[in-house]
């Protein structure tokens, strides 16, 4: 994957974030290794992660991927090489089936709440209305999302 702008801020940890977001959603216990990953946690002061359905029903073990850390920037022309480990189900085996999609988006950091990817203040589980998107914590939104609520409305209603 090459970088090809300028110094990112904030938008190439979300483009992190939600890259990690995803690949945690494999059925096959992925955990990112590089850029810093997922495994549905935050700022958990333990090894675990305190929730696995924090932003996505993560079925995996309590101890892999990352927890959040300092932003990240990368300069045009640099590479980011992503590096994960599954769990099950990937290699030469021929019994075994393989495919891994790398998918990501990101948000403006102006957005509305409702559609801005972040990571939220909370290990708590997002409300499934609109009001949870929008809610505030000591003035920082309270839940994390890695994908806008209309987005997750269209998918859960299809």
Same mark, same amino acid.
Request: hydrophobic share 35%; with cysteine.
């Given at each position: ?33 590089? #850029? ?9 002061? @333990? %090894?675990?992660? +305190? /929730? =696995? ?59 509305? #709440? ?9 290990? @708590? %589980?997002?409300? +499934? /209305? =609109? ?28």
């Amino acid at each position: 994957l090459s970088i090809s702008n300028s110094y990112f801020g904030s938008q190439t940890m979300k483009f992190i974030v939600a890259l990690s977001l995803f690949l945690a959603l494999v059925n096959a216990d992925c955990y990112m290794m590089n #850029p810093r990953g997922s495994n549905d946690r935050l700022n958990e002061a @333990n %090894t675990d992660r +305190n /929730n =696995a359905n924090r932003m996505f029903d993560s079925q995996n073990n309590a101890k892999g991927g990352f927890c959040y850390g300092p932003a990240m920037g990368y300069y045009e022309g640099s590479l980011l090489t992503i590096e994960w480990t599954a769990q099950h189900g990937c290699g030469i085996n021929a019994k075994l089936v393989c495919n891994i999609v790398l998918q990501y988006m990101c948000s403006n950091s102006d957005a509305a #709440p409702v559609d801005l990817l972040r990571d939220g203040s909370s290990t @708590n %589980t997002i409300t +499934n /209305n =609109a009001q949870g998107a929008t809610a505030e914590t000591n003035g920082q939104l309270t839940y994390g999302m890695h994908e806008p609520y209309s987005f997750y409305q269209a998918c859960s209603t299809r």
